[in-house]
Nanobody, 121 residues
Framework: QVQLVEAGGGLVQAGGSLRLSCAAS????????MGWYRQAPGKARELVAIITSGGSTNYADFVKGRFTISRDNAKNTVYLQMNSLKPDDTALYYCNAEVLVVVTERWYHYWGQGTQVTVSS
């Protein structure tokens, strides 16, 4: 019903930058919160940043001051600008969206397939 497609991951040296994007498509009536999560090998998935439809943001302490989340509501797209990257930021980054699906009148959470970010020291 709804698809999230991420892009922008890759390999970067410590101190470098990457910009992730996630576009939602399908039977979307409205999107509430959109967010980024990450999961490193052997670790649990954790919240990185989240943004509401009104633009309010919340960040995990370990990315404050380095990452910036933004969104384009007209394009149903959320972005994550990542600066001053560290090797500890290496993980699979997932996009999440809370979507009001057309006709169903219900909210569902959807996940993207993930995009790999690798930071070398």
């Amino acid at each position: 019903q709804v698809q999230l497609v991420e892009a922008g991951g890759g390999l970067v040296q410590a101190g470098g930058s990457l910009r992730l994007s996630c576009a939602a498509s399908g039977r979307i009536f409205s999107i509430n919160a959109m967010g980024w999560y990450r999961q490193a090998p052997g670790k649990a998935r954790e919240l990185v940043a989240i943004i509401t439809s009104g633009g309010s943001t919340n960040y995990a302490d370990f990315v404050k001051g380095r990452f910036t989340i933004s969104r384009d509501n007209a394009k149903n797209t959320v972005y994550l600008q990542m600066n001053s990257l560290k090797p500890d930021d290496t993980a699979l980054y997932y996009c999440n969206a809370e979507v009001l699906v057309v006709v169903t009148e219900r909210w569902y959470h959807y996940w993207g397939q993930g995009t790999q970010v690798t930071v070398s020291s």
